[in-house]
């Protein structure tokens, strides 16, 4: 069965601190896509990375980076020097199965708060 | 580039009212296309998808239905709404079997 796991419901830090988001995941597949989608308040979810279970180099993208451990399963997501802005609920995600079907299975989340 | 249209933002509808909620795509052909509801702020439930015109896949069996008329346009509706059904309906699409693209969502509320 495919899962994922976001055991961090909500998380408070104060502006410029870093914060990690966890994401656990589980899959029979060799194969697969996951994703990380930030959403603000204004309700739309915006697609932040994907990456490629076949790749497992980190990757920085600005004052975000993302670290894929496919020993451990995890694809956790580091905000570095937060912003007030980035507050949002965000989520990880692991894409179809590589055998059939196009349900993507989502975390429950995590809400970032971020204070000035 | 391409862009995704969901129409209304909010709305609210008496229980036993029909729904009707629009997606288009614009800039992509044969898109596979995504609704998506969301209770109470957090976990994202796949409702239906869709890879082609006049084809429909339900995830969950409801009280809603979708249609694809067109290529690029899906549709949600309900003959009669619940009040179950309140929500934040997002659509999608996605190019292939990877990423996906919302649109800005539909807040409704059954009352």
């Known amino acids: 069965a495919q899962k994922v796991t976001q055991a961090q419901t909500e998380i408070s830090v104060v502006e410029k601190e870093d914060v990690t988001l966890d994401c656990v995941y589980e899959?029979?597949?060799?194969?697969?896509?996951l994703f990380w989608y930030k959403q603000p308040p204004s309700g739309e979810l915006v697609f932040l990375i994907r990456r490629n279970s076949f790749d497992e180099q980190n990757e920085i993208s600005g004052r975000y980076s993302w670290n894929f451990q496919k020993s451990t399963s995890s694809f956790n997501f580091t905000i570095t020097a937060s912003q007030v802005v980035d507050s949002a609920v965000y989520f990880c995600?692991?894409?179809?199965?590589?055998?059939?079907?196009?349900?993507?299975?989502f975390g429950a989340g995590t809400r970032l708060f971020v204070k000035a | 580039s391409q862009t995704i249209h969901q129409w209304p933002a909010t709305l609210v509808q008496p229980v036993g009212s029909p729904l009707s909620l629009e997606c288009t795509v614009e800039g992509t052909s044969n898109p596979n296309l995504y609704w998506y509801r969301q209770a109470a702020g957090r976990g994202l439930q796949l409702l239906f998808y869709?890879?082609?015109?006049?084809?429909i896949s339900s995830e969950v069996p409801q009280n809603l239905s979708a249609s694809r008329p067109q290529d690029r346009q899906f549709i949600l509706s309900s003959k009669k709404l619940l009040l179950s059904d309140s929500g934040f309906y997002l659509c999608?699409?996605?190019?292939?079997?990877?990423?996906?693209?919302f649109g800005q969502g539909t807040r409704l509320t059954v009352v």
């Open positions: 999608a699409w996605s190019p292939r079997r990877t990423e996906a693209f």
């Open positions: 869709s890879v082609g015109i006049g084809q």
């Open positions: 899959t029979r597949d060799t194969t697969y896509y």
């Open positions: 995600a692991l894409g179809p199965p590589s055998t059939g079907g196009f349900k993507t299975i």
